[in-house]
């Protein structure tokens, strides 16, 4: 077991001194001739109805005549970016305007224009949401569960019963084309290298790996998540795609909050608390959430492997194992209003995980031929605690007069402290066990800002930013053998141990333009230049890595509205260039032991994989109530980096342990993956709403031997569910998916699948709320995987403890309130949807 940071996934920051020698002057403000005229201009701003009054973009303004007989439309138009509109020309006399936007009821106004008036303002237009009667529920209007803007998926957490309770981790499964395997592990059309956001800004989220998890993020502070798999050039370009967790906010006058507690099957426990306090200019946000639960485990696995002289080696283990996770994380924040234009935040997070895993286990080794196999009884156990503390500040710039105008700065710090002991031991003939100590140091230090200006007719809109990113790491790791007396005791191997330290900067500038073309068309253009300088070197000299490189990543959108509405029916075409950067480790030429047996060994000449993405996607949306989405995807990948795994024939036949496995990562040549992805949504009857999403990819896998074909073959995933509400202040979910097979390097892993049920009921006038949940309902998720290659066979099966029975009390502070048609706080843990 070996632990290592992935720093590109670790807060990304940001600049110093972006383009501020761009004018941040607005457009001249002239005022019409003071002549007496027969026509004028009518403008205005359609904005949401809610607290925030946010511009709606392309709505539809229509202006009639009131007069008896005659209603003809006199001027029509479509609302800019910012929510403005104008109609010129229009004759005086009584109208009656009406404002159309999805999800929203038309705003119906009548509107006056005088003889003597050339323009006529009439400010923010507010928009209600849809509201529709249905029996003794009352649903409010919700933005459709998936929707598409220019380069981004949103999938709207809090419209959608099936998407929400549980982690961050299991509500991405909701989300298209994304899987989850047993470990956590979040991956987007078949890679797991994703840019992870939260509220727009790197914040040390790991996927899979230790320090801040997504499956410590509960599903209840959720708001939206973005999935961008052709992001604009104003996102880091490292990885398959990015995902963006949108967190709620409260600004509601005096105490506002929630308190919960979820208690599941066998041992598991997560409190949280959140408490937010508004007060004139200043919101003040306290946080905690805790987890302390335990996960049982059984694993197998076969291995076949050819040795040098010609002969095979047979070996299995089999083991049970029990998992203890526990974690604090604490948040503080304060938000200012220096005035109507300014704001500034400052936050600080401190966490702490601690997980506790012991593993007993049987293992076997038989050379073929031989009578019976040498069987030994283990046990291994690691302790990881991992210590992090976040700290931001944040600043935000607009202009009242100049709508869509906006300046953002942001700053801080992430400062990690993990240890990893892990250590093996084993009874029997044969070799005695192992121990091996980790310990890993990192800060990184992050700024960033943004600066956007609208075009002076308000159709265009450019933006541009500066981004840096600064860390320093420091790390160890200790291999320790039995002595020969075997009376406990270890003693450090030198050759398998290292002190290491190495530093990595990436800064990154980007400019994109977005505009609104004539008759429904509009388009998005930029290019991000991204520079990496990473060096480092082990303590003693014996290994260095020392990379610098510039690259460049463009980036395009061309959408058109196909019907009358605005969002009805949209076409979209995406393309852009991403990158996979190798990390410290994966170049670093040393063997780094993960136990006696298998060990890692980085490669120096490991290059950056490129890719182009392509996708052309369509969504309709029907009077009805039904959604509808369809993408499909193409990615071109160079220099493909692949995870190989093979027999040391050297270290077996020297090493006196058994078969020796090394890994290590190697550029295999050009691939190209093709897909497919579609959702749909719709309401059924006024109490059950349906949902299902489905996406088939052919993945290619770039062969690890010369002259072979590249390896490809189908893949898909498909999730459906069904959400109820039987009677009022009673929600019901239903949820199912599946996962086919996936090619990998060398192998393969095979299909999974679960079922998720949870119910939901509103207590005390909506202050408070009861959860049940049942995840993997059936207990049918599993990970099991193949490998084969002319060396080594070997077949792993995983069964993690996913089956869970969890019940959870809310209970809402202040004007916070249960909502219908959402499962706030539902039970969470890693044993939700294949956690």
Request: aromatic share 6%.
């Amino acid at each position: 077991m070996h632990y290592s940071l992935n720093i590109n996934s670790l807060p990304v920051a940001a600049s110093i001194g972006l383009l501020l020698t761009l004018p941040l002057a607005g457009r001249a403000q002239t005022g019409p001739a003071a002549t007496l005229t027969s026509r004028a201009t009518v403008s205005g701003t359609a904005v949401d109805g809610g607290a925030k009054a946010e511009p709606l973009a392309f709505a539809t303004v229509l202006l009639r005549r009131t007069g008896a007989g005659d209603t003809s439309l006199v001027a029509s138009g479509q609302t800019t970016l910012a929510g403005t509109f104008e109609l010129p020309q229009v004759p005086a006399g009584a109208y009656r305007l009406r404002v159309l936007a999805l999800g929203y009821q038309p705003l119906l106004r009548a509107v006056q224009v005088p003889v003597s008036q050339a323009v006529v303002a009439l400010g923010n237009l507010k928009l209600r949401p849809a509201t529709q009667q249905l029996g003794e529920v009352t649903v409010t209007g919700q933005k459709a569960v998936v929707q598409q803007e220019l380069g981004k998926t949103i999938i709207n957490v809090e419209k959608d019963l099936s998407s929400v309770g549980g982690t961050a981790v299991n509500v991405l499964e909701n989300v298209p084309s994304v899987a989850v395997d047993a470990s956590g592990t979040v991956s987007l059309r078949g890679s797991s290298n994703l840019t992870i956001l939260i509220d727009g800004k790197p914040a040390g989220t790991s996927n899979g790996g230790p320090g801040p998890r997504l499956d410590q993020i509960p599903a209840s502070q959720i708001s939206q998540i973005e999935v961008m798999t052709n992001p604009s050039a104003k996102y880091d370009a490292s990885g398959a795609g990015v995902i963006n967790i949108i967190t709620k906010k409260n600004k509601k006058e005096g105490w506002n909050g929630q308190a919960a507690l979820v208690v599941g099957s066998r041992e598991k426990y997560a409190p949280s608390l959140s408490l937010s306090r508004h007060h004139h200019k200043a919101t003040w946000n306290l946080g905690y959430d805790g987890r302390d639960q335990t996960y049982r485990s059984r694993s197998t696995s076969a291995q076949t492997a050819q040795l040098p002289d010609g002969g095979a080696l047979f070996t299995t283990q089999a083991g049970q194992g029990s998992q203890r996770n526990q974690n604090h994380d604490f948040s503080l924040g304060l938000t200012y209003d220096l005035n109507p234009e300014q704001t500034l935040s400052l936050n600080v997070n401190p966490q702490y995980q601690r997980e506790r895993e012991t593993i007993n286990q049987t293992l076997t080794q038989q050379p073929a031929g031989a009578p019976a196999p040498v069987v030994q009884q283990g046990r291994q156990t690691s302790d990881v605690q991992v210590k992090v503390l976040e700290t931001s500040a944040d600043y935000r710039r607009t202009w009242e007069a100049h709508q869509g105008r906006e300046l953002t700065a942001s700053g801080g710090a992430v400062l990690i402290d993990a240890t990893v002991p892990v250590a093996q031991a084993l009874s029997g003939s044969g070799l005695g066990g192992f121990r091996q100590d980790q310990a890993v140091q990192a800060q990184i230090y992050f700024g960033q800002i943004d600066y956007t200006l609208p075009s002076a007719d308000s159709k265009g809109k450019l933006e541009t930013g500066l981004k840096m990113q600064a860390s320093h790491n420091t790390g160890s790791t200790t291999l320790l053998a039995p002595t020969a007396d075997s009376n406990g005791e270890y003693r450090r191997d030198p050759n398998r141990s290292f002190d290491y330290q190495f530093n990595q900067v990436l800064p990154a500038a980007y400019a994109t333009y977005a505009r609104q073309l004539a008759h429904g068309w509009s388009a998005q253009g930029g290019v991000r230049s991204e520079a990496t300088f990473i060096n480092g070197s082990l303590t003693d000299g014996r290994a260095s890595v020392n990379r610098q490189y510039l690259s460049f990543f463009p980036s395009a959108t061309v959408a058109k509205e196909l019907a009358k509405e605005p969002g009805q029916s949209r076409l979209q075409f995406s393309y852009a260039r991403r990158l996979n950067r190798p990390d410290f480790m994966q170049q670093l030429p040393l063997q780094l032991y993960q136990d006696p047996r298998a060990y890692r060994q980085g490669n120096p000449g490991l290059l950056p994989e490129f890719s182009h993405n392509i996708e052309l996607g369509h969504q309709l949306n029907l009077k009805n109530g039904a959604s509808i989405t369809s993408t499909v995807f193409a990615r071109f990948t160079q220099q493909a980096i692949q995870r190989l795994r093979f027999v040391d024939t050297l270290a077996t036949r020297t090493a006196g342990v058994g078969v020796v496995t090394a890994e290590t990562f190697r550029n295999l040549g050009n691939t190209t993956s093709l897909g497919l992805e579609m959702t749909w949504a719709q309401p059924l009857t006024k109490w059950w709403r349906v949902s299902a999403s489905g996406s088939l990819y052919r993945s290619q896998i770039a062969a690890n031997a010369a002259n072979a074909a590249n390896r490809a073959a189908l893949a898909g995933t498909a999730r459906l569910a069904n959400s109820f509400t039987p009677r009022k202040g009673l929600d019901v979910q239903l949820t199912g998916n599946v996962r086919s097979t996936v090619l990998t390097a060398q192998g393969r892993q095979l299909p999974t699948g679960g079922l998720d049920l949870a119910l939901r009921q509103r207590l005390f006038s909506e202050r408070a709320a009861l959860t049940l949940r049942v995840s993997d309902l059936l207990n049918t998720q599993v990970r099991r995987t193949e490998l084969a290659t002319p060396e080594l066979q070997t077949s792993l099966y995983n069964k993690y403890e996913t089956r869970v029975a969890w019940l959870g009390f809310t209970w809402y502070i202040g004007a916070t309130k249960a909502k219908e048609g959402r499962i706030d706080n539902a039970p969470s843990g890693g044993g939700g949807f294949g956690g």
